[in-house]
């Protein structure tokens, strides 16, 4: 779904989503979800985690690579942020409270966790520096969709 607004509210939203260290579609996300319960909030992040998939994968398939990666990052940001609102009612708004968080989510579903995470991590950086392989990003888009799977499991439960 495309969704047209005036360009100047857009670039409104950028701004407010780079004050908070947010993508765009992040921040509408936090926008649109904010009046939810934690579960249902995380619910909806796991959704639009898997949606980031979906669309990395298209772009992939148009090999543009950085979208691809960037995407990627979005998705298991998303999903880990999923996991801090059901388990704690908690809002992640920096990459350090990520950081942080990814770690506290590999202490239940396994070590694992910390691959897939450092994986997707790697794709935020290939966005901006561009130095990665079509192969790395669908590397690290399976780790993502592994540990949307296994964040739902226990979120639906």
């Not at 350090?96 to 990814?102: F, I, M």
Request: proline fraction near 2%.
């Amino acid at each position: 779904m495309i969704i047209s607004i005036p360009r100047r509210i857009a670039e409104r939203a950028r701004r407010e989503a780079e004050k908070l260290g947010l993508g765009l579609e992040e921040y509408v996300i936090e926008l649109l979800t904010q009046d939810l319960d934690p579960r249902d909030r995380a619910i909806e992040y796991i959704e639009a985690a898997k949606e980031l998939l979906e669309e990395a994968r298209g772009e992939l398939e148009k090999d543009n690579v950085r979208q691809a990666a960037e995407k990627t990052w979005e998705a298991a940001a998303l999903t880990v942020k999923a996991y801090a609102w059901w388990r704690e009612s908690k809002r992640l708004t920096r990459h350090g409270e990520l950081w942080q968080y990814a770690r506290k989510v590999a202490e239940e579903p396994g070590k694992w966790i910390d691959h897939a995470w450092n994986e997707a991590n790697a794709m935020h950086i290939c966005f901006y520096e561009g130095w990665c392989q079509k192969e790395q990003v669908e590397a690290a888009l399976e780790q993502a969709e592994k540990l949307i799977k296994e964040i739902e499991t226990k979120i639906k439960t």
